[in-house]
């Protein structure tokens, strides 16, 4: 997944997305949050910083927006309801 990547619709999984749209064109990719977490490992406090993305998007044929969640639509596409398509050109 990156900046400028086209996605399809699987037509056959079409009905177990969470998204729906047809298609979906990557535009920009902006840092959402930083999810912190913290364990002990050996008697010690250990911080762990995770970083979590929202994709902005051109979606069906580009007559609409969205903002998707980036772990959201990568569960997508390792599903296969999604497929990639290419690059756009715009």
Not at 29 to 40: A, E, P, Q, S, Y
């Amino acid at each position: 997944m990156f900046i400028g990547a086209r996605y399809k619709l699987n037509e056959d999984k079409g009905s177990k997305s969470m998204f729906g749209y047809k298609t979906i064109e990557i535009m920009e990719r902006v840092l959402f949050r930083t999810r912190i977490t913290t364990t002990k490992e050996d008697g010690k406090v250990v911080k762990i910083e995770c970083p979590e993305y929202l994709i902005y998007c051109m979606v069906d044929g580009n007559s609409d927006t969205a903002e998707i969640q980036e772990d959201e639509f990568g569960e997508e596409i390792m599903a296969g309801i999604y497929d990639y398509t290419g690059v756009y050109k715009h």
